[in-house]
């Protein structure tokens, strides 16, 4: 595939480690992690690489954000942490299990949500402890929780604080004392045990040397596993691993430039009253960047001798003057803040890649194949697997074989639940869609859907090209995009191929699929992403014409790279 010019690295090892780093640190002291994915935009992959470190729940702060989570098939418990907003209030219960509040009107609401839902909603009532965001005066803290522990549909969880948030006040030990009374003043009022006290988020970790009080068991972590940041020094906590994130971006320009602008001095392009220091000459470069996809005083150029002067929509303005081994074209490479990474998730320019995946370094040299008995035993499977052998693929059943599955129909094909890759389905029918996560999924070819999934696609939002879009824009344009689509951040795909698609591997008169050189075309295409990472032919048995099976099998040689010369 063309290489990205503009390119997120994620490393998802880092993320579990880090995970797994402050759940360890935080069960010393008896405190359950909630993993906070906000500033990946609610990325299932990285939600699954905190799942593995440990964390029991996941903290996000918007509807979409959890959308993405739910329809990517992340089933964890999920905190909404932002205070609803009125008008979302049947959305906050139907994909969230709890939500932080301090409003009663919006309780209220969320009470009729969670009534007409049939659901019970847990609920956190936050304390405001200083920094001067959400929460309620400690005074009014017990008056709301009363109410909610009368409100029909509700469940009291807990209460919680934050910190370090808009003003910058530290979660000390004085902080915490407070926070255990408020809790404890509570538990005593309501006669209750509260099964969250939720005293804060990353910056809590480095102050924890004293030791909180026991009451408190719950922390919200975001910052400091992504990242592995200290939110209040600025730098990294020596027990974790920053680097989980690292932005690649191409030179465009490097010409020498005086340091001082020329002419008389108006507003940058962000209305900002530009200022220069006088450096004489500079040697400067200019990245395909801008702050459509960063916030540039967040990003941290890797090499030495590298400096960020300043940015507009597209540009990111380099000084190279300390490091001239460059060239236009040549990569340049940055770490990021928060609020840069925030900002790099977000632009639709940049591409997410994984880095460091175990599965990424290996390519297969052996298929393991599953079938019927009956089909092994057919001319066209002997043929098949003398030309798997020809390009140097034996028949293994070892864990790093490719998985090739044979299925007579769509009911026979593998599950895709807890598949880490992307999907791609080249089926006349929708298949398992409820299964496909809307990030890395794409349907290719259709032909036919039921009103039910055409509902569902369009809710998700699933990336469905139909036979009419192939007709209009072309099998190419098509293939192009849905495989953009599925190794979109992925660790590589899935191919199901019916084949109800065409091709010949049908009986089909007026022949109202794909034809033999659009389905080998996508097939070709497929194989050049050099991604497959498993292949399921459906609709496909030892009842099958020779013709439809030698066909299919010529599909999957050539989606394992076979070419014609
Ligand atoms: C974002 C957020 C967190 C997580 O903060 P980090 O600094 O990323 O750990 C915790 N609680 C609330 C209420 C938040 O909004």
Redesign the pocket.
Known sequence: MQAESRTLEIDLDIITRNARDVVAFCAEHEIDVCG?T?ATCGSPMVARAMLNGGVTSL?E?RIDNAKRLRYGGVHAPLWM??IPSPSEVADVVRFFDLS?NSEIDTLEALSQAALVQGKTHDVIVMMEMGDRREGVPAEELLPLCEAVQDMAGLNLAGIGA?FMCVSGILPTAEKMQAVAAAALRVQEALGIVLQYVSAG???NLSLMDIPPPSIINHL?????ILRGED?ITGGTLPWLQAGAFRLQAELIEIQKKDSVPEGKVGLDAFGGTPSFVDDGEQLRGIVNLGRLDIRHEGLNPEAEGIEVIAASSDHLVLDLNDNKHYEVGDTVAFQLDYGALTQAMLSPYVVKVLVNRRHQRRVPTAVCVMADDDLLETPAYRTFVSQLSAMGLRLDNGEFSFPLTIASDRANEPELEDIEYGVLCVDSEPGDVEHFSPESSALFGLRHASAEHATMIRERDLLALTMEDIDLRGAQDCIRNALRQVNNGTDGFALILHASIGGGMFEDPDNMGLSYRECSLVMERIAATRQLKALTLSGISAASSDKALERAFAYVLSALGKRIL
Do not use: E, M, T
């Not at 919200?220 to 400091?224: H, M, W």
């Open positions: 906070v906000k903290g702060s942490l932002r932080l934050n988020n990353s910056a919200r972590v975001g910052a400091s939110p």
